[in-house]
């Protein structure tokens, strides 16, 4: 089962930065917490991943607060091909499980 | 060069039927899985194979069997199609699973329809 929590959904203006949420209470010490998204009729895309620093990327910021039971994906200019199904996944150690996903909408 | 590729894209087919997906990799990974993505979007991991091993199966009807002829390569037979069995079919590969890091590549999915 998945060990994340996330909004069903967010808007985010055109320009703007696109900030979504992730709880993972039960994270693990050894666990790191990563995040895909999925775009219309496509695979799932990596985006970042990161264990307790926060981490950059072409794509995005990952901030994982300190106590690691929180994490926000920051796209910091969000374009309309940022529309996509957003998953906050704490990885273990054989497999990715993915949860339900935030439907992130990028407003005109 | 697609990374991770699937055959066919899509699958229209009956009741009771036998069909398979296939799916090859270029990226030198050691482990290969397969997801079912159903009506309501869920992804959920069906199998993994690392190095032609089968290292994760879960619940899944044995109707499914996943075949990796060597590494780059992992196969989805499916027999006596269902209804249910309609879906999004997506393969993936990565490094390695003995360890937390590592991403996943996808393939870009299976359509398959069952009538």
């Known amino acids: 089962d998945a060990k994340t929590t996330q909004p069903t959904s967010m808007d985010c203006a055109e320009g703007r930065a696109a900030n979504l949420p992730c709880n993972h209470s039960t994270i693990s010490g050894n666990e790191y917490v990563y995040w895909y998204r999925q775009i219309h009729s496509q695979g799932p895309q990596y985006i970042i991943h990161g264990l307790k620093n926060n981490e950059t990327n072409e794509m995005a910021s990952l901030i994982i607060t300190e106590d690691r039971k929180s994490s926000t994906l920051i796209l910091p200019h969000a374009t309309l091909r940022d529309t996509a199904v957003y998953y906050c996944i704490v990885r273990s150690r054989d497999k990715i499980i993915f949860g339900k996903g935030t439907r992130l909408h990028i407003l005109p | 060069d697609t990374a991770v590729s699937q055959t066919p894209k899509y699958l229209v087919t009956q009741m009771g039927n036998d069909k398979s997906i296939k799916c090859e990799q270029n990226?030198?990974?050691?482990?290969m899985y397969w997801y079912k993505q159903d009506s309501k979007k869920f992804l959920k991991i069906m199998f993994s194979y690392n190095n032609k091993e089968l290292i994760i199966n879960e619940t899944v009807p044995n109707r499914f069997s996943p075949k990796s002829p060597d590494k780059a390569h992992l196969n989805l037979h499916i027999n006596s199609l269902e209804l249910g069995d309609s879906a999004v079919y997506f393969c993936?590969?990565?490094?390695?699973?003995?360890?937390?890091?590592?991403?996943?590549?996808f393939g870009e999915g299976s359509r398959l329809t069952v009538l």
């Open positions: 993936a590969s990565s490094q390695s699973p003995r360890m937390n890091t590592g991403e996943l590549f």
């Open positions: 990226l030198g990974h050691d482990t």
